[in-house]
């Protein structure tokens, strides 16, 4: 650029000034050869105007510089008018005035070295011009030619395209300014980089570190904008469906697999899979990187993961987790040429991950907290806390459906004799058992409830008859019956009883069933025990029950 200016600058000085040499040179040539012609017509006018024109021939012969003067004809003047120092001047049509000058040779070599003179003079102030322009200008053009350089290397991040001149003037405080600047945007980029390499770990280098910074805080907005969407998803279910969007629409990946694994049960299972996968992890211990909480990469160590049934194939396996209750694990497969193109979106990847985790991990917790607020811890049921909670929706939903509802109250005969007699340790295995034996005879559509103490409740959704509660109820009774219980090597048979109502048809108010169950459960212990007793009316009418 500076040269081209220089170039530019000569050009133009070095044109002009011939252009005005040459100008200067032919307007002093015109103007000689116009005083010398004036100079011939009034020695000629003196001749035409003089009444004695010998007299006025011999007034013109002694002027300086006049040799001599004559009067011609026309005819003749051809070859005079080409003779050194004359000049021929037309007097009328026939004749002409040829006036000899003494020094008109001289006179026009005197002339020409003036031009020359005059053009030699210029070309050197066209040269001294040049150089002092050059001189002049190069520190303005050096620091115009490093300023584009620094702004061509600032486009890409990178600022240490100082300036310098040694100009003491103003120009000084605008550069010092402008390198000040450098400095201030250097040491902004590197934060806003290294802030970014803390959100999102391991980017991929990039040349043009402006556009690198640019795109990453596009992605970073996403992501940001994918954790508050999450945060108010209704369910872990609802984030993984996210998560899987992304993969597939975003980064448009072909072969994937996600675990979930739940640390607190060491339970692992898939939630989702699309393309073809080589592993299919059956315990969470069998999982390198949920074993190693770090990140499996095939295209690093070939074979490392003993699980990957497929050696053609590299794959990646992420785990993200919080370190908490929750642990997932993301599997990609993919060939060597799809790595080439996918192994720059895989820090984001990690980091849309880690911030599903984090959510995963509170809504898990969350859930399980729920869960165990409405669990028993013992029998691993339902408490009443629960069945409070549902009971009203079970009993809409039946009406709604305009079927029965079998609802179960069991009790274990004579329960107290067995933690008095051999300990509370006795007793809790008893209720597990029967819990056990409640769950592995009802469907899995159907509610089973510690109610409190010894006491459970089962409410059975759906059912077409009476008979077939009372059937499900003897189930229940004889299972248990039969059912030998060893608690410190003794073997205990122990036998319920239960008390059954129907919903809607005892009552349409499903509390009331409940305590309808509960009357007829009195019966049956009233009568003998480890019996099904069903509610009818004459149990209410003899226990003199209000209704509600």
Same mark, same amino acid.
């Given at each position: 650029?500076?040269?081209?200016? $220089?170039?530019?600058?000569?050009?133009?000085?070095?044109?002009?000034?011939?252009?005005?040499?040459?100008?200067?040179?032919?307007?002093?040539?015109?103007?000689?050869? $116009?005083?010398?012609?004036?100079? %011939?017509? @009034?020695?000629?006018?003196?001749?035409?105007?003089?009444?004695?024109?010998?007299? %006025?021939?011999?007034?013109?012969? &002694?002027?300086?510089? !006049?040799?001599?003067?004559?009067?011609? +004809?026309?005819?003749?003047?051809?070859?005079?008018?080409?003779?050194?120092?004359?000049?021929?001047?037309?007097?009328?049509?026939?004749?002409?005035?040829?006036?000899?000058?003494?020094?008109?040779?001289?006179?026009?070599?005197?002339?020409?070295?003036?031009?020359?003179?005059? !053009?030699?003079?210029?070309?050197?102030?066209?040269?001294?011009?040049?150089?002092?322009?050059?001189?002049?200008?190069?520190?303005? /053009?050096?620091?115009?030619?490093? /300023?584009?350089?620094?702004?061509?290397?600032?486009?890409?991040?990178?600022?240490?395209?100082?300036?310098?001149?040694?100009?003491?003037?103003?120009?000084?405080?605008?550069?010092?300014?402008?390198?000040?600047?450098?400095?201030?945007?250097?040491?902004?980029?590197?934060?806003?980089?290294?802030?970014?390499?803390?959100?999102?770990? =391991?980017?991929?280098?990039? &040349?043009?570190?402006?556009?690198?910074?640019?795109?990453?805080?596009?992605?970073? %907005?996403?992501?940001?904008?994918?954790?508050?969407?999450?945060?108010?998803?209704?369910?872990?279910?609802?984030?993984?469906?996210?998560?899987?969007?992304?993969?597939?629409?975003?980064?448009?990946?072909?072969?994937?697999?996600?675990?979930?694994?739940? =640390?607190?049960?060491?339970?692992?299972?898939?939630?989702?899979?699309?393309?073809?996968?080589?592993?299919?992890?059956?315990?969470?211990?069998?999982?390198?990187?949920?074993? @190693?909480?770090?990140?499996?990469?095939? !295209?690093?160590?070939?074979?490392?993961?003993?699980?990957?049934?497929?050696?053609?194939?590299?794959?990646?396996?992420?785990?993200?987790?919080?370190?908490?209750?929750?642990?997932?694990?993301?599997?990609?497969?993919?060939?060597?040429?799809?790595?080439?193109? *996918?192994?720059?979106?895989?820090?984001?990847?990690?980091? #849309?991950?880690?911030?599903?985790?984090?959510?995963?991990?509170?809504?898990?917790?969350?859930?399980?907290?729920?869960?165990?607020?409405?669990?028993? *811890?013992?029998?691993?049921?339902?408490?009443?806390? #629960?069945?409070?909670?549902?009971?009203?929706?079970?009993?809409?939903?039946?009406?709604?459906?305009?079927?029965?509802?079998?609802?179960?109250?069991?009790?274990?005969?004579?329960?107290?004799?067995?933690? +008095?007699?051999?300990?509370?340790?006795?007793?809790?295995?008893?209720?597990? *058992?029967?819990?056990?034996?409640?769950?592995?005879?009802?469907?899995?559509?159907?509610?089973?409830?510690?109610?409190?103490?010894?006491?459970?409740?089962?409410? /059975?959704?759906?059912?077409?008859?009476?008979?077939?509660?009372?059937?499900?109820?003897?189930?229940?009774?004889? @299972?248990?019956?039969?059912?030998?219980?060893?608690?410190?090597?003794?073997?205990?048979?122990?036998?319920?009883?239960?008390?059954?109502?129907?919903?809607?048809?005892?009552?349409?108010?499903?509390?009331?069933?409940?305590?309808?169950?509960?009357?007829?459960?009195?019966?049956?212990?009233?009568?003998?025990?480890?019996?099904?007793?069903?509610?009818?009316?004459?149990?209410?009418?003899?226990?003199?029950?209000?209704?509600?």
């Amino acid at each position: 650029m500076k040269k081209r200016i $220089l170039i530019f600058i000569f050009l133009v000085i070095t044109v002009g000034g011939i252009i005005f040499t040459a100008f200067t040179a032919y307007r002093f040539s015109t103007i000689t050869d $116009l005083a010398i012609k004036h100079s %011939a017509e @009034t020695i000629r006018d003196l001749y035409l105007y003089s009444e004695d024109k010998n007299e %006025a021939l011999r007034i013109i012969k &002694n002027m300086p510089n !006049i040799d001599k003067v004559e009067v011609k +004809d026309k005819t003749t003047i051809y070859t005079t008018h080409h003779m050194k120092n004359c000049i021929s001047v037309p007097i009328n049509t026939d004749k002409t005035l040829v006036i000899h000058f003494k020094s008109l040779a001289e006179f026009e070599n005197e002339k020409y070295n003036v031009i020359l003179e005059t !053009i030699i003079i210029n070309l050197i102030f066209i040269a001294i011009s040049n150089i002092l322009l050059n001189l002049l200008i190069s520190p303005y /053009l050096n620091i115009f030619e490093e /300023l584009r350089q620094s702004i061509e290397k600032a486009r890409h991040g990178d600022f240490s395209g100082k300036l310098h001149t040694k100009l003491k003037n103003e120009l000084q405080k605008i550069i010092e300014n402008y390198n000040s600047f450098l400095d201030q945007l250097n040491k902004t980029f590197n934060l806003v980089s290294r802030n970014l390499n803390i959100l999102i770990p =391991n980017i991929p280098k990039n &040349n043009d570190k402006i556009s690198a910074v640019h795109k990453n805080m596009e992605i970073l %907005a996403d992501i940001n904008k994918f954790k508050k969407i999450i945060e108010e998803d209704a369910n872990i279910g609802e984030i993984y469906k996210r998560l899987i969007d992304i993969f597939e629409n975003k980064f448009q990946l072909q072969n994937f697999k996600l675990y979930a694994v739940l =640390n607190t049960k060491s339970e692992i299972k898939v939630i989702y899979e699309r393309g073809k996968m080589c592993c299919d992890i059956k315990f969470p211990s069998l999982c390198r990187a949920y074993r @190693t909480s770090r990140e499996v990469n095939s !295209i690093n160590f070939p074979n490392i993961c003993q699980e990957h049934l497929c050696p053609k194939h590299n794959y990646i396996c992420i785990p993200f987790s919080t370190g908490g209750t929750f642990t997932g694990v993301a599997s990609i497969n993919f060939t060597q040429e799809e790595y080439e193109k *996918q192994k720059e979106i895989i820090p984001y990847i990690e980091s #849309y991950l880690n911030e599903a985790a984090s959510i995963i991990e509170a809504k898990y917790t969350l859930n399980l907290m729920k869960q165990s607020s409405i669990t028993d *811890q013992l029998t691993g049921l339902y408490n009443r806390r #629960y069945l409070e909670e549902i009971l009203d929706k079970i009993a809409a939903s039946a009406i709604r459906e305009k079927s029965l509802l079998g609802v179960l109250m069991i009790d274990i005969d004579y329960f107290k004799k067995v933690n +008095d007699t051999l300990g509370h340790d006795a007793g809790d295995e008893v209720l597990s *058992q029967l819990a056990k034996v409640l769950v592995n005879t009802v469907r899995d559509s159907d509610f089973v409830v510690r109610f409190g103490g010894e006491e459970f409740i089962v409410i /059975l959704q759906n059912v077409k008859t009476e008979e077939g509660i009372i059937k499900v109820a003897e189930k229940i009774r004889e @299972t248990f019956k039969d059912l030998k219980i060893t608690v410190n090597g003794k073997t205990l048979n122990k036998t319920v009883s239960i008390g059954v109502s129907v919903f809607p048809e005892d009552t349409n108010k499903i509390w009331e069933s409940i305590k309808f169950a509960d009357l007829a459960l009195y019966e049956a212990k009233r009568t003998g025990r480890n019996k099904v007793v069903k509610f009818s009316q004459n149990l209410l009418e003899e226990s003199s029950y209000e209704q509600s």
